[in-house]
């Protein structure tokens, strides 16, 4: 079996999913210059609607699975529109959501008064657009498992000039200011859908359709476990920077604060291509028969375990070079960070793919429930007991040692699982399996 199918699909997907996050620099800078709080506000708003990003996220990784199994069955336009129906019926739900909460929150993030100019109309755009945000991405993640990446990733490199200069007709043209940015957003998430919707066409596509209950009801399912385990690391990483930020007896407690919360945004940039890896390999196994997996992971290994070693010991040896010129870090508290950071690359690795099969066999609350156990039980212990004693070779043991228990639990479950995984029901499977 050729490994080249597999690794373009790869690289197309790392190269959409890099080009939309560029799409919020574009925005970030282009909102900095309406100056007072306006860049502070945008931050926030982005911050507070994470239940918004989870829930895009995880719409998308479910459909695309359940498409890859349906592929076999010859039921891809079945799936294809069963899928978009519910990731549009999930964008209005959290548009709605949205709606009645992102004020409170912006209110209580920035005081009553600062917030005033920001909510309104601003919010009311952002809620807009997050039914064909969702419905987008999960139509950008229906492609890449029919092995259209490349037509995704021209859309999203042509939607960072389409970005900005909607935002420029928007914000400076008609000066709407920080209204304009989102209604921008709004405008160009429609568009995206509506020629996502038309690439779909050509695999039979033609209508959304609400599915029957047992469909929509694994469907749900496993996008709510979904969605838990892309907000748990998030909720988690804001709980160990409230950890390192207590009043702790060191004097270094302002530096060990400002060295680790430094490190977890380079960590960040570095995990991206294996929660890449993890996301691909979810949607490309199940198109293969369960027999297929393994020829089909050996390529993954041959290339990618030479590559992340190679990564592990370049960053070992420029972890204080990195801290210095980058982040004006240095010390023990930055350095032993990235020390322990590379030392769990391999093991990330192997993460990725353990969790790729897991997702592959639509095993959500399996994946979630481990991923929860590592983050809220075993990662804090070592922070806490790292920080009372000051010092970090002990604190940064929470990046290793959870991956490992995560790993060998995810491994453990998938040599016990049955031969033929779950799956999202399609009507002519009948009930769920």
């Not at 010859?74 to 129906?85: F, H, Q, R, S, V």
């Not at 987008?136 to 993640?141: E, L, R």
């Not at 929660?275 to 997996?293: F, G, H, N, V």
């Not at 240095?330 to 353990?354: D, K, T, Y």
């Amino acid at each position: 079996m050729t490994s080249a199918p597999l690794w373009r699909g790869y690289w197309f997907l790392f190269a959409s999913t890099s080009a939309a996050a560029f799409i919020m620099q574009i925005d970030l800078a282009m909102v900095a210059r309406l100056g007072g709080r306006a860049s502070g506000a945008y931050a926030i708003l982005m911050r507070i609607t994470l239940l918004d990003v989870a829930v895009t996220i995880a719409a998308a990784a479910v459909a695309a699975i359940a498409l890859g199994r349906a592929q076999k069955n010859g039921e891809t336009a079945d799936a294809i529109e069963k899928t978009c129906a519910l990731s549009l019926a999930l964008g209005v739900a959290t548009a709605i959501f949205g709606f009645f909460a992102y004020p409170i929150f912006l209110d209580a993030l920035m005081g009553d008064a600062a917030a005033a100019p920001y909510i309104g109309a601003p919010i009311v755009w952002l809620v807009a657009g997050a039914p064909f945000r969702v419905l987008s991405n999960t139509q950008g993640f229906l492609l890449h498992a029919l092995g259209r990446g490349g037509s995704v990733l021209t859309w999203k490199l042509a939607e960072i000039p389409a970005k900005a200069g909607a935002n420029v007709l928007f914000m400076q043209t008609f000066g709407l200011g920080f209204t304009g940015c989102f209604l921008a957003g709004c405008v160009v998430a429609a568009a995206s859908s509506f020629w996502l919707w038309t690439r779909l066409h050509a695999h039979g596509a033609r209508t959304l359709r609400l599915p029957e209950f047992a469909f929509a009801r694994s469907f749900m399912s496993g996008t709510f476990w979904e969605a838990l385990r892309v907000l748990s690391p998030q909720a988690a990483m804001l709980f160990s920077l409230t950890l390192f930020s207590l009043p702790w007896h060191y004097a270094a407690n302002g530096q060990r604060l400002d060295s680790y919360a430094a490190a977890q945004t380079f960590m960040l940039f570095i995990l991206g291509p294996l929660i890449t890896l993890m996301r691909y390999l979810a949607i490309y196994l199940p198109k293969q028969s369960p027999e297929d997996w393994t020829p089909a992971l050996a390529p993954v290994m041959r290339v990618g375990a030479p590559i992340a070693l190679t990564a592990a010991v370049l960053l070992l040896l420029a972890r204080d070079w990195i801290g210095d010129a980058l982040y004006r870090q240095h010390g023990p508290w930055w350095s032993v960070f990235v020390a322990c950071l590379a030392l769990s690359i391999p093991i990330r690795f192997i993460g990725s793919i353990v969790r790729g099969l897991t997702l592959a066999r639509s095993a959500f609350a399996e994946l979630t429930s481990v991923d929860v156990l590592a983050q809220w039980l075993i990662a804090p212990l070592f922070i806490l007991f790292g920080l009372s004693v000051n010092r970090p070779e002990i604190a940064y043991q929470s990046l290793i040692w959870p991956e490992i228990v995560a790993v060998f639990l995810l491994w453990r479950g998938l040599r016990s699982a049955p031969e033929e995984p779950m799956a999202v029901s399609l009507p002519s499977e009948g009930h769920v399996q």
